[in-house]
């Protein structure tokens, strides 16, 4: 079972920014991508952002251009860099592994346990 662990979540003021890890244990990207996904109070689990060892992310657009996703081969870690954050980016964040690029939640394979992210 490969378990991923989140942090990095908090509470920023709008405009602000934060930046999430994903710690995988063995982490390699194979022929899968990973991904951070979100969800809010009363709202489905979206897609936010998602890559591949090729280091090229696929984005919601809600997010193009504020949020970055980066991986460190060395550390085995998923990052999320969010800029300029909006009130309706406040949610939990699931860092998922095993999964296409650009797919719904439930065709992830691991998940972490989440991190929140709250912008006031």
């Known amino acids: 079972q490969v378990q991923l662990v989140e942090s990095g979540g908090g509470s920023v003021q709008a405009g602000g920014s934060l930046r999430l890890s994903c710690v995988v244990p063995?982490?390699?990207?194979?022929?899968?991508?990973m991904a951070w996904f979100r969800q809010a109070p009363g709202k489905r689990r979206e897609g936010v952002a998602s890559m591949k060892s090729s280091g090229h992310g696929t984005y919601a657009d809600s997010v193009k251009g504020r949020f970055t996703i980066s991986g460190d081969d060395a550390s085995s870690t998923l990052y999320l860099r969010m800029d300029s954050l909006e009130l309706e980016d406040t949610a939990m964040y699931y860092c998922a592994a095993e999964g296409p690029c650009g797919g719904r939640w439930i065709e992830y394979k691991y998940w972490g346990q989440g991190t929140q992210v709250t912008v006031s």
């Open positions: 063995g982490y390699t990207y194979n022929n899968y991508c």
